[in-house]
T-cell receptor, first 112, second 112 residues
Framework: DAGITQSPRHKVTETGTPVTLRCHQT?????MYWYRQDPGHGLRLIHY???????DKGEVSDGYSVSRSKTEDFLLTLESATSSQTSVYFC???????????FGNGTRLTVT | KQEVTQIPAALSVPEGENLVLNCSFT??????LQWFRQDPGKGLTSLLL?????REQTSGRLNASLDKSSGRSTLYIAASQPGDSATYLC???????????FGKGITLSVRP
């Protein structure tokens, strides 16, 4: 799976709690992305990073923050989880702007 | 705003059949187009990436073509096998620094 590890794989949390999802890569790729996948909406970009400490918002960034302090790690934080954030979250990496994206196996998050 | 459509949403074929999966997009000014495969409970696996200057790409039994002027790409699968059963997604990139816009996918079932 292109050296991408997402943790945890599954998580159940309560509304209002903070949650952090981790993406770790061993490929030394510059670009890292967080997507969510929902029935009827497909894949939507939350945030992305184009280098250490360089991040930007995607199309559905409200309620989410990210950090990238090392090349290999990209963290996604739900500051105060809501039921609408129940989803499957995927991390993806890319070597360059012309390169294919490679995805992790996802984290299934349920907010009760 | 770029929109990517994949029709039909599901397809069932007998083993051995050659088949074509379609992807259409509304803005022909694209940077590249990527085809992915997604197995249940898994992340996306990159199959083929076509740059805007290319007409097609091939990998084994897979061939993807791109016609920017008509806003279409096709993924051709030769001699389909039950192991090809999965959801196939296409994604279009509008510019070098643009995000990927995903279609909702075609769920393929190859019957033994």
């Amino acid at each position: 799976d292109a050296g991408i590890t997402q943790s945890p794989r599954h998580k159940v949390t309560e509304t209002g709690t903070p949650v952090t999802l981790r993406c770790h890569q061993t490929e030394n790729h510059r670009y890292m992305y967080w997507y969510r996948q929902d029935p009827g909406h497909g894949l939507r970009l939350i945030h992305y990073s184009y280098g250490v400490k360089d991040t930007d918002k995607g199309e559905v960034s409200d309620g989410y923050s990210v950090s990238r302090s090392k090349t290999e790690d990209f963290l996604l934080t739900l500051e105060s989880a809501t039921s609408s954030q129940t989803s499957v979250y995927f991390c993806a990496i890319g070597q360059g702007l012309d390169s294919p994206l490679h995805f992790g196996n996802g984290t299934r998050l349920t907010v009760t | 705003k770029q929109e990517v459509t994949q029709i039909p949403a599901a397809l069932s074929v007998p083993e051995g059949e050659n088949l074509v999966l379609n992807c259409s997009f509304t803005d022909s000014a694209i940077y590249n187009l990527q085809w992915f495969r997604q197995d249940p409970g898994k992340g996306l696996t990159s199959l083929l990436l076509i740059q805007s200057s290319q007409r097609e790409q091939t990998s084994g039994r897979l061939n993807a073509s791109l016609d920017k002027s008509s806003g279409r790409s096709t993924l051709y699968i030769a001699a389909s096998q039950p192991g090809d059963s999965a959801t196939y997604l296409c994604a279009v990139k509008g510019g070098a620094n643009s995000k990927l816009t995903f279609g909702k996918g075609i769920t393929l079932s190859v019957r033994p």
